[in-house]
Antibody, heavy 119, light 108 residues
């Protein structure tokens, strides 16, 4: 069973870059089976897809965030990461990493991590 | 960008049928997935690919998709079904995933 775990700072200052890492166990990010995504959810609000990477292909990003998002994978550590630049309070949310298929169906979720943007 | 519209809330008495809609332009041509999310938890898929039910999900959960509306139907609603429900599609023309705004199901 694939398991995911998010890690990274819980507090980021406005205008800085939010950086999170997702560690995958029980499966390889290089297997070519799954797409690896980031999804966020402000407290009390809905889900927002941020983007995804695949082992051999360009990343796909949410059009509303694409100018600030970079995602990458580290096959040696079996991890993938999210960088979101120029953050504001509106980026405060629970951030989930996830694994799923081409059509966006999420098969595996991390437990989520709260990132607060505040000075 | 592609938009999915869900009612913010649906209320239903125990034992009755709840229907949660997800509206989108020609959504019938897309594959729709539905997630259930309880407070403090990651979402769980209850219906995928319009109407397929993962193992472990009760038969009371079903889905349909046609025209501009996809529907999640929960029959014989139980108190334990009270949760937030989200629809999701892949927008192939732009290569991105879209979530609906979510619907809070309240069991009266």
């Amino acid at each position: 069973q694939v398991q995911l775990q998010e890690s990274g700072p819980g507090l980021v200052k406005p205008s800085q870059t939010l950086s999170l890492t997702c560690t995958v166990s029980g499966g390889s990010i290089n297997s070519g089976i799954y797409y690896w995504s980031w999804i966020r959810q402000p407290a009390g609000k809905g889900l927002e897809w941020i983007g995804r990477i695949y082992v051999s292909g360009r990343p796909n990003y949410n059009p509303s965030l694409k100018n600030r998002v970079t995602m990458s994978g580290d096959t040696s550590k079996n991890q993938f990461s999210l960088n979101l630049s120029s953050v504001t309070a509106a980026d405060t949310a629970f951030y989930f990493c996830a694994g799923g298929d081409y059509y966006g169906l999420v098969h595996f979720w991390g437990p989520g991590t709260l990132v607060t943007v505040s000075s | 960008s592609y938009v999915l519209t869900q009612p913010p809330s649906v209320s239903v008495a125990p034992g009755r049928t709840a229907r949660i809609t997800c509206g989108g332009d020609n959504i019938g041509s897309k594959s729709v997935h539905w997630y259930q999310q309880e407070p403090g938890q990651a979402p769980v898929v209850v219906i995928h690919s319009d109407s397929d039910r993962p193992s472990g999900i009760p038969e009371r959960f079903s889905g349909s998709n046609s025209g501009n509306t996809a529907t999640l139907t929960i029959s014989r609603v139980e108190a334990g079904d009270e949760a937030d429900y989200y629809c999701q599609v892949w927008e192939g023309s732009g290569d991105y995933v879209v979530f609906g705004g979510g619907t809070k199901l309240t069991v009266l």
